[in-house]
């Protein structure tokens, strides 16, 4: 501990040397996790604070303050005096008090080895439109903490649980706290009712009248000595208060019950409110622990929860419009007799799990799924079904599953920035910035492609360089190597059959059909059910085939 406040402090010690505010265009910002990505109140901005990286032998903490224009589409750095010190799993909140204010409160710093942390518990607020740091010392606020939640409501932020850990233990909190923005005073809630159990990275969102809901997150327990257990929370909580806001009222916690499609259980998931009282959930990780290691799933899908219906629903890409008008005139040209075709090019029914599986050169597997939900099944459609239906079928581009990426949402756009996943015991951190029209919700768009050379791992031995793609993962080494399919070339020739000049999608597949249904059981492991392995295998042959053609 005493080595990280000095650490700490001499990082402070340089930080206290600028003495003014330098603003310079910069390239996109390094690949990190476990920033804050916020919405400038006034202006088309997005303001990207702290962060981590791990490079496999050293972590490295961000205090760097970027702010990326949404309509030239550029970054730029600004350097300003007295930063707070260099952190991750903080949280941000942007005012629109006095031409905006940023509040960050809390994260953590941890030791280059990643094995030792600090956990703060400072308040700061970043003066948009001075361009100026100021933290606000109050006493009676939340100890040190990190994977901590707190949002604006009214004139108050509210923070709400996280967890501390130290070398010898940890602990996960759900207590709530409210800082009042008119008083700068700290006050402990102490609700009624029962609310969520300990936990952290939770969503937490406001409703129009003045309330928060809580919903998931993550702890752990210790079982016995060195073994813990994880939870992945999916419970869903409405904290609201009695009167009209003041520090005196009452706050009450009760249980939601929401109806809908919930999110399948997932840590590390991302979260922002979008229009609509809606708030809405992005990415995130299910780790299937195993006795000595853990293997996780990651997503890369939306889910909404509509605050006035108590409801969620999945986010559905409808696919761009001019492609729809083209396709359906020209399926009203085809002759009759062309149906039979027209249904072989349908993909099969139901969510559909993408495997996409590339061999670097160092003979890692790579495997990366992707789950896709299948259009809705053959009965008479509205045109609208109809158009969702089309979308679904052409080639989306869209962020590759991650999870702890960074959001923000200005003028009903989601912006997703960064993040990471994981293929066996590499950590791969990303750099990318998508954008999709949360009104719309026709296609994502790609505003910052990731840049393998900004990867690195580091082992015992320097392996090979290697990084996702849009499309999957890339051998960053190989400066030929343009695209996923020609990494898996790299892999051996022999890997999967070839698509011969001018062959259907359907002739390929009758062809192929076994090898490729023998390749997914061999991914899926012997228990897996033979109907959702013929899924899967027809799956990773449209992919292959679409990627070859």
Not at 226 to 235: N, S
Request: proline share 6%; hydrophobic share 30%.
């Amino acid at each position: 501990q005493e080595d990280l406040e000095a650490l700490i402090a001499e990082f402070q010690n340089l930080d206290a040397k600028k003495t003014q505010v330098i603003e310079s265009s910069c390239p996109p910002p390094s690949p990190r996790l476990n920033g804050s990505l916020s919405a400038h109140p006034e202006k088309d901005e997005l303001i990207l604070f702290g962060g981590e990286y791990f490079n496999g032998q050293k972590t490295y903490l961000y205090n760097e303050l970027y702010v990326y224009n949404i309509r030239k589409n550029s970054w730029s750095k600004v350097e300003i005096p007295n930063p707070p010190p260099r952190r991750c799993a903080h949280q941000a909140a942007v005012v629109p008090t006095a031409g905006g204010q940023l509040w960050v409160f809390g994260g953590e710093f941890a030791s280059p080895s990643g094995e030792q942390f600090y956990h703060y518990k400072d308040l700061w607020v970043l003066h948009l439109a001075t361009k100026t740091w100021e933290q606000i010392k109050a006493s009676g606020g939340p100890s040190g903490r990190s994977g901590h939640r707190m949002v604006a409501c009214k004139r108050q932020l509210i923070i709400f649980g996280g967890f501390h850990e130290s070398a010898r233990d940890y602990i996960y909190y759900n207590d709530v706290y409210a800082f009042n923005l008119d008083s700068f005073t700290w006050s402990k809630l102490a609700p009624s009712g029962i609310g969520p159990a300990p936990r952290s990275g939770c969503q937490m969102a406001t409703t129009p009248e003045g309330g928060i809901i809580i919903y998931g997150g993550y702890s752990k327990q210790r079982i016995k000595k060195d073994v813990d257990k994880g939870t992945l929370h999916t419970d869903m909580f409405l904290l609201k208060t009695e009167g009209a806001g003041r520090e005196e009222d009452k706050w009450a916690w009760s249980r939601l019950n929401p109806s809908g499609v919930k999110p399948t259980p997932r840590s590390g998931f991302s979260i922002a409110i979008g229009s609509n009282n809606r708030s809405l959930l992005f990415g995130g990780v299910h780790d299937e622990e195993e006795e000595e290691s853990i293997e996780g799933d990651f997503f890369n899908d939306i889910y909404f929860y509509d605050i006035r219906k108590n409801r969620w629903f999945p986010g559905q890409l409808k696919g761009p419009k001019s492609e729809k008008r083209k396709r359906r005139r020209g399926r009203q040209g085809e002759a009759e007799g062309a149906g039979d075709e027209e249904m072989k090019k349908q993909p099969p029914q139901g969510p559909v799990e993408i495997v996409k599986e590339v061999v670097a050169e160092d003979g890692t597997v790579m495997t990366i799924k992707q789950v896709i939900s299948g259009p809705a099944e053959e009965k008479e459609r509205s045109e609208s079904e109809e158009d969702e239906e089309d979308g679904a079928l052409g080639q989306q581009v869209e962020p590759c599953p991650r999870s702890n990426a960074m959001l923000a949402v200005k003028h009903g756009v989601l912006y997703v920035y960064g993040g990471m996943f994981e293929v066996g015991d590499r950590q791969f951190t990303l750099s990318d910035l998508y954008s999709i029209d949360l009104h719309k919700m026709e296609e994502w768009k790609v505003l910052v492609e990731m840049d393998p050379e900004a990867q690195e791992w580091l082992e015992e031995s320097e392996s090979d360089e290697e990084e996702d793609d849009m499309e999957g993962a890339e051998g960053g080494e190989e400066e030929e190597e343009s695209s996923e399919e020609e990494s898996e070339d790299e892999g051996g020739e022999e890997q999967h059959p070839p698509v011969q000049p001018d062959e259907k999608h359907a002739d390929y597949l009758s062809r192929t059909e076994q090898y490729w249904i023998k390749l997914a059981r061999s991914n899926m492991g012997p228990d897996a059910k033979e109907k959702k392995v013929v899924k899967v295998a027809h799956a990773m042959a449209k992919t292959f085939y679409e990627d070859s053609v």
